[in-house]
C-alpha cells in the first residue's frame, strides 16, 4: 500500500494544508486508500526526519520505523476526533514510535552499522538546501548517547517542556536537565573539533 519513504521525500517540504488534510482524513477514515496514501505522500517526510532525529538511524530501519508510524495512524485513524490538527496528531504518533523503539533499544547493542548514520549526509535539508553546517549538526545529533539525544530532540527541535520528557521517557525532570546539558556539551566539542 505504502511506497518507500525515500521515494516520496520531495526536496523541499510542501506547505501542509489543513482543510485539505481534514477531508483526505474523513475518506481515509472510512476505507479510503487512495486518500491515505495522499496523506502519506504528504506527511512522509516530516515524520521520517522526527524519527530518525529521535532514534539516530538515518538508513532502512528509520524507513521502517516511518512505515510503522503510518501503519498505526492506518488503525487508529476511525478513532480520530479531529480535537488536533491530522499533522499534529500524526506527529505525536511518529515521536511515540521513535521512543517505543529507543525503550525497547535500552541495553541491546546499536543495530545500525555507524556507516547507516551518515547515509544522508549531504542530502538536501527542508529547505532543499546542502550546507557543511547542517551535515556536521546531523552527523554530531547522530552520534550523541540516545537519551540525550532524546532530549535534546524533544526539547531544542519539537520543543516540549522537560515534564512532557520525563514522563514520556521515565525519568526525573532532573534527569531530563541534566541530559539536555550533557548533549549541548557533547553537541559543542564534536562541532568544536570538526571546526
Excluded: C
Excluded at 23 to 43: D, K, M, N, P, T
Excluded at 110 to 116: G, K, V
Amino acid at each position: 500500500m505504502l511506497t518507500a519513504v525515500n521515494d516520496t521525500m520531495p526536496d523541499a517540504a510542501p506547505a501542509l494544508d489543513a482543510d485539505a488534510d481534514q477531508e483526505l482524513v474523513a475518506q481515509a477514515a472510512a476505507g479510503g486508500v487512495a486518500a491515505f496514501e495522499a496523506l502519506y505522500r504528504r506527511h512522509a517526510s516530516r515524520v521520517h526526519g522526527v524519527i530518525a532525529r529521535l532514534v539516530g538511524y538515518h538508513g532502512a530501519r528509520a524507513e521502517d520505523l516511518t512505515q510503522e508510524a503510518f501503519v498505526r495512524a492506518w488503525q487508529a485513524l476511525p478513532n480520530f476526533r479531529f480535537e488536533s490538527a491530522f499533522g499534529t496528531w500524526l506527529h505525536r504518533l511518529a515521536v511515540n514510535t521513535a521512543l517505543m523503539e529507543l525503550r525497547g533499544r535500552r541495553g541491546r547493542p546499536f543495530e545500525d552499522s555507524d556507516e547507516d548514520v551518515f547515509d544522508t549526509i549531504g542530502s538536501a535539508d527542508s529547505a532543499g538546501h546542502v550546507t557543511a553546517l547542517s551535515m556536521d549538526l546531523e552527523r554530531a545529533v547522530a552520534s550523541l548517547p540516545p537519551r540525550a539525544r532524546a532530549v535534546l530532540v524533544l526539547y531544542d527541535v519539537e520543543g516540549w517542556k522537560h515534564e512532557e520528557i520525563a514522563a514520556e521517557l521515565g525519568m526525573a525532570v532532573g534527569s531530563s536537565k541534566a541530559q539536555l546539558h550533557r548533549a549541548r556539551s557533547l553537541l559543542r566539542a564534536r562541532l568544536g573539533e570538526q571546526a
